[in-house]
C-alpha cells in the first residue's frame, strides 16, 4: 500500500544545515499537496512548509527565510533544505502527503511517515 519514509535526520550543531527527504511509494494515483510538520517534547505537532503539485510554497513563521521547501513530482519526493538551524528546531520531523490512492476511487487522503530525529545542539 501507501508508504512514506523520511530520512536525513540527525544531529548538528547551530547554525548547521540538514536537508531532509521524504518518498512516497505504493498504489498512488495522484499526489496533491506535500508537506513537512514537526514535534518537539511536550508540544503539539506543528506545520513547518507545504507544497502543492504545482509548486505553490507556504511556510510557517518561524522558518521563513531559512527552509526551503520543494518536490520532485517524478520521484514523488519532497524535501526540506534546512540552514541557519536553531536548538528550537530540534524535533521530530514528518512527512506528509494529501494524496488519492489508485486502489480506489478519487478521493484523497492524508498519509505521514514515521518521522525523521533532528537536533541541534547549542
Known amino acids: 500500500q501507501v508508504q512514506l519514509v523520511e530520512s536525513g535526520g540527525g544531529l548538528v550543531q547551530a547554525g548547521g544545515s540538514l536537508r531532509l527527504s521524504c518518498a512516497a511509494s505504493?498504489?498512488?494515483?495522484?499526489?496533491?499537496?506535500m508537506g513537512w510538520y514537526r514535534q518537539a517534547p511536550g508540544k503539539q505537532r506543528d506545520l513547518v512548509a507545504t507544497i502543492t503539485s504545482g509548486g505553490i510554497t507556504n511556510y510557517a513563521d518561524f522558518v521563513k527565510g531559512r527552509f526551503t521547501i520543494s518536490r520532485d513530482n517524478a520521484k514523488n519526493t519532497v524535501y526540506l533544505q534546512m540552514n541557519s538551524l536553531k536548538p528550537e528546531d530540534t524535533a521530530v520531523y514528518y512527512c506528509?502527503?494529501?494524496?488519492?490512492?489508485?486502489?480506489?476511487?478519487?478521493?484523497?487522503?492524508?498519509?505521514w511517515g514515521h518521522g525523521t530525529q533532528v537536533t541541534v545542539s547549542s
Open positions: 506528509n502527503a494529501d494524496l488519492v490512492p489508485s486502489t480506489i476511487g478519487d478521493a484523497e487522503f492524508r498519509y
Open positions: 505504493g498504489n498512488i494515483f495522484r499526489v496533491n499537496r
